[in-house]
């Protein structure tokens, strides 16, 4: 069993940045991979970044390339989402989510999930 919580959302300038973060408890947090997605109004919730257990792997959609990181720290049990060059666009609730499936993009794949933090992002 994984718990998180997420932290860090808030409202910023188009251009601004922001650092998510995600703490897990549980034991095993180090053995999943671990996802992050948002959801705006009236829109299906979508995958935004994903990193392995052991930090090898990372992966981002189209629309977030070159602007947001994933990063984990196993020892602290948290998982980041650094996120640059913001837009309008990328108003949403942010979610973590927790995975042993790797590099899924979908969120049917995670089997647990933060209650979500929101980000607003301002024109």
């Known amino acids: 069993q994984v718990q998180l919580v997420e932290s860090g959302g808030g409202l910023v300038q188009a251009g601004g940045s922001l650092r998510l973060s995600c703490a897990a408890s549980g034991h095993t947090f180090s053995t999943y991979t671990m996802g992050w997605f948002r959801q705006a109004p009236g829109k299906e919730r979508e995958f935004v970044a994903a990193?392995?257990?052991?930090?090898?792997?990372?992966y981002y959609t189209d629309s977030v390339k070159g602007r947001f990181t994933v990063s984990r720290d196993n020892a602290e049990n948290t998982v980041y989402l650094q996120m640059n060059s913001l837009k309008p666009e990328d108003t949403a609730v942010y979610f973590c989510?927790?995975?042993?499936?790797?590099?899924?993009?979908?969120?049917?794949?995670?089997?647990?999930w933060g209650q979500g933090t929101q980000v607003t992002v301002s024109s």
């Open positions: 989510a927790a995975t042993s499936r790797g590099g899924s993009y979908s969120p049917r794949d995670y089997n647990y």
């Open positions: 990193i392995s257990w052991n930090r090898r792997s990372t």
